[in-house]
């Protein structure tokens, strides 16, 4: 979020000094976990309408975003499929009719028969039968999306500073070990390590691995439907397959428990038996920062702006939530401005 809403900053002719408690090129933030799916509809099925929208609004904005950073972050836009079991086919057709009740147009969703599926993602065909294909979803890296964004950042000139944790926030100011400085805005992106202040902020703990497998052509991102969970398969650069994700209530970001591999394992074999030879080659556990309602929140009071709670969607939502949290800084500048500081943004 902090990195995306740089970009807007800038764009909108803002200085920004940008805080980070880890390195530029690594560390802990949940952007780095992230399968990297910008998947507004298979997501509305537990999500809310809002979320929806500002995916929608997040979906047009970020072709544009990518075009300025200027580098390959591995972004498609051939929708997604949703494939159930044959045993579970009650999962496809319930999770079809909660997502038709909550949109007005129809030919957002569109059922493949076996034909049709063959044409589109021919490996499906083995095991599947029919699908739901979601046209406009899209996906990137999420790894080097964060790249691309620092390289750009950078490169714009924004006073980056890494391995400086921010220790406290007020409006118009900051703490780091380094002393309190003031700026005309503060804006708090710090996601799970804004715990302390934002009340009701918890981690969703996902897990997921990443597989080799240099047989298994899938040309989109594909959701398997089952009865206890939803698993998903998403395509990267070098034959490389994302199997994620669980979704548990705890903040433990300790690496993959055995149960959640054999139950993903398990899954994404039964897809596709080619996924038998695959390579494990990474697994990795992450928090999702989420509030109460599992709804992203902008609190902006003059000189302190918080955005927090991106939940499952922080890359489907980081572009339409910058423009939103610009226009609530704007709002500030022109009625409130705190006296005495630089003339500046800045963001942790
Ligand atoms: C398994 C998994 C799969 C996911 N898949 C997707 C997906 O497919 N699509 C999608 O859109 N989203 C996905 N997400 C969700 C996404 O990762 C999050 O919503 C998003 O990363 C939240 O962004 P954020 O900037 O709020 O927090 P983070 O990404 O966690 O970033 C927080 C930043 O704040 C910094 N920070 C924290 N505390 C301090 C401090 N005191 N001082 C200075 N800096 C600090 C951190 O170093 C970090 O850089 C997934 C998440 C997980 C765990």
Same mark, same amino acid.
């Given at each position: 979020?902090?990195?995306? &809403?740089?970009?807007?900053?800038?764009? $909108?002719?803002?200085?920004?000094?940008?805080? %980070?408690? %880890?390195?530029?090129?690594?560390?802990?933030?949940?952007?780095?976990?992230?399968?990297?799916? +910008?998947?507004?509809?298979?997501?509305?099925e537990?999500?809310?309408?809002?979320?929806?929208?500002?995916?929608?609004?997040?979906?047009?904005?970020?072709?544009?975003?990518l075009?300025?950073?200027?580098?390959?972050?591995?972004f498609?836009q051939?929708?997604?499929?949703?494939? $159930?079991?044959?045993?579970d086919a009650g999962?496809?057709?319930h999770?079809?009719?909660r997502?038709?009740a909550?949109?007005?147009?129809?030919?957002?969703?569109?059922?493949l028969?076996a034909?049709?599926?063959e044409? &589109?993602?021919p490996?499906?065909?083995?095991?599947f %039968?029919?699908?739901? *294909?979601?046209?406009g979803e899209? *996906?990137?890296?999420?790894?080097?999306?964060?790249?691309?964004?620092?390289?750009?950042?950078?490169?714009?000139?924004?006073?980056w500073?890494?391995?400086?944790?921010?220790?406290?926030?007020?409006?118009?100011?900051?703490?780091?070990?380094?002393?309190?400085?003031?700026?005309?805005s503060?804006?708090?992106?710090?996601?799970?390590g804004?715990?302390?202040?934002?009340p009701?902020l918890?981690?969703?703990?996902?897990?997921?691995?990443w597989?080799?497998?240099?047989?298994?052509r899938?040309?989109?991102?594909?959701? +398997? +439907?089952h009865?206890?969970?939803?698993?998903?398969?998403?395509?990267?650069?070098?034959?490389?397959?994302?199997?994620?994700?669980t979704?548990?209530?705890?903040?433990?970001?300790?690496?993959?428990t055995?149960?959640?591999?054999?139950?993903?394992l398990?899954?994404?074999?039964?897809?596709?038996?080619e996924?038998?030879?695959?390579?494990?080659?990474?697994?990795?556990?992450n928090?999702?920062?989420?509030?109460?309602?599992n709804?992203?929140?902008?609190?902006?009071?003059?000189?302190?702006?918080?955005?927090?709670?991106?939940?499952?969607?922080?890359?489907?939502?980081?572009?339409?939530l910058?423009?939103?949290?610009?226009?609530?800084?704007?709002?500030?500048a022109?009625?409130?401005?705190p006296a005495?500081?630089?003339?500046?943004?800045?963001?942790a």
């Amino acid at each position: 979020m902090g990195r995306v &809403l740089a970009c807007y900053l800038l764009r $909108a002719g803002h200085r920004v000094t940008l805080f %980070d408690r %880890d390195p530029v090129d690594s560390g802990a933030a949940a952007a780095y976990t992230a399968a990297g799916m +910008l998947a507004p509809w298979a997501e509305l099925e537990q999500s809310e309408m809002s979320v929806f929208r500002l995916g929608l609004r997040s979906l047009q904005l970020w072709p544009e975003l990518l075009r300025e950073l200027g580098r390959d972050v591995d972004f498609h836009q051939r929708g997604s499929l949703v494939v $159930a079991h044959a045993a579970d086919a009650g999962e496809l057709v319930h999770f079809r009719r909660r997502l038709a009740a909550k949109l007005t147009a129809a030919d957002q969703l569109r059922d493949l028969d076996a034909a049709a599926l063959e044409q &589109l993602e021919p490996a499906l065909t083995d095991v599947f %039968d029919r699908a739901l *294909w979601l046209p406009g979803e899209a *996906w990137l890296d999420g790894r080097r999306t964060m790249a691309a964004l620092a390289g750009h950042l950078q490169a714009a000139g924004v006073a980056w500073q890494p391995d400086t944790a921010v220790l406290g926030l007020e409006p118009g100011a900051l703490t780091t070990e380094r002393g309190r400085q003031r700026f005309d805005s503060v804006i708090d992106c710090r996601g799970l390590g804004a715990r302390d202040d934002i009340p009701g902020l918890r981690g969703v703990r996902g897990e997921l691995l990443w597989l080799h497998a240099p047989r298994l052509r899938l040309q989109r991102p594909v959701r +398997l +439907l089952h009865p206890r969970y939803r698993l998903y398969l998403v395509p990267r650069q070098d034959n490389i397959l994302v199997l994620g994700a669980t979704q548990l209530e705890s903040d433990d970001t300790g690496p993959v428990t055995v149960r959640s591999a054999l139950e993903l394992l398990s899954a994404a074999y039964s897809m596709h038996s080619e996924l038998g030879e695959a390579r494990l080659v990474h697994s990795e556990a992450n928090c999702r920062p989420a509030l109460a309602d599992n709804q992203p929140a902008i609190v902006a009071t003059p000189g302190l702006i918080r955005v927090n709670g991106l939940f499952r969607h922080g890359f489907l939502l980081a572009p339409a939530l910058a423009q939103d949290v610009i226009e609530h800084l704007h709002r500030d500048a022109a009625g409130n401005r705190p006296a005495g500081t630089d003339n500046e943004v800045m963001q942790a």
